[in-house]
């Protein structure tokens, strides 16, 4: 789904809009091969915690917004080569830090049909 199929805006805002996710996207791009190749050197635990917690919350309110619009991809998309372990860290301390239990997932998900 294209940026102009989902939002109904004026011509000179929906440029506007249009423009400014081209550059966040080339900034993400960026910042994507600069994490990875940080991670990829042991160096991740040098970055602060502060600016990594609050793209992660930007990220999941951007996945949710899709969401709820009816995007269904998988948020992380091909992670065969993340590690189940990885996964599992970081879906534990989301649960954890909105403290929720697997169990309440498991019902969400039952009861919203998402699986």
Do not use: H
Request: negative net charge; proline residues 3%.
């Amino acid at each position: 789904m294209s940026l102009s199929e989902t939002v109904t805006l004026a011509p000179s805002r929906a440029d506007e809009l249009r423009q400014q996710v081209e550059r966040l996207m080339a900034k993400m791009n960026e910042a994507s091969a600069q994490l990875e190749a940080l991670v990829a050197e042991g160096a991740g635990e040098c970055l602060p915690d502060e600016p990594m917690q609050r793209l992660f919350r930007a990220l999941v309110e951007l996945y949710a917004q899709k969401f709820d619009a009816g995007e269904r991809t998988l948020p992380c998309g091909d992670v065969r080569n993340m590690g189940a372990t990885n996964i599992m860290v970081t879906a534990s301390g989301l649960l954890k830090g909105a403290n929720l239990e697997l169990f309440e997932l498991g019902m969400w998900q039952s009861f919203s049909g998402t699986r």
